[in-house]
């Protein structure tokens, strides 16, 4: 398997980003403290998370008219109250093509790339599939040792970060 950089264009001319495993609104002592946990360097890690983004891009990919148009990473802290402290960090992957809806409609298939990218990438414990250009968008986490879909909850006035397990929805 080829290593690419943390940014890089895929042979496929897909961008991936890669970065979001060091995020910049995270401080590396809280980034080092989070991988102290799991007594891995940071570049172990770094190898761990380009490797499992690549295969969910092909998992994804894989036999269905869908593109992942890139994976964003995001820090927890700006949208979500009680998130894992070992693992502050997550991804959005946006898809594009005429079965994204295909994949956005199946659970079972996003609990399974979502327990794939969090159990080989340790600080990420979300994940977000979204359709590219539109609102739509599915959740996973993970609640208790086990990766799950979030629950919708309504969207308070006064709160502009969910509780953990849970999401805004319209």
Not at 30 to 45: K, R, Y
Not at 122 to 128: D, F, G, K
């Amino acid at each position: 398997m080829k290593f690419y950089s943390l940014c890089t264009t895929l042979p496929t001319g897909l961008f991936l980003w890669l970065g979001f495993f060091i995020p910049a609104r995270i401080s590396p002592q809280q980034f080092n403290s989070s991988l102290a946990l799991a007594q891995t360097s940071p570049e172990e890690i770094e190898q761990q998370c380009q490797i499992a983004a690549l295969e969910a891009v092909s998992t994804i990919e894989d036999g269905r008219n869908v593109q992942v148009v890139d994976v964003i990473g995001i820090d927890l802290s700006s949208g979500y109250v009680g998130y894992p402290a070992n693992a502050p960090m997550g991804a959005i992957i946006r898809l594009d093509g005429s079965a994204t809806s295909d994949v956005l409609s199946s659970p079972q298939f996003m609990a399974t790339v979502s327990s794939q990218i969090i159990t080989q990438c340790q600080p990420v414990s979300l994940i977000e599939f979204q359709m590219n250009y539109t609102g739509w968008a599915e959740i996973y986490g993970l609640v208790d040792d086990s990766v799950v879909a979030f629950k919708c909850m309504e969207a308070d006035t006064d709160a502009n970060r969910a509780p953990w397990g849970q999401r805004f929805c319209l």
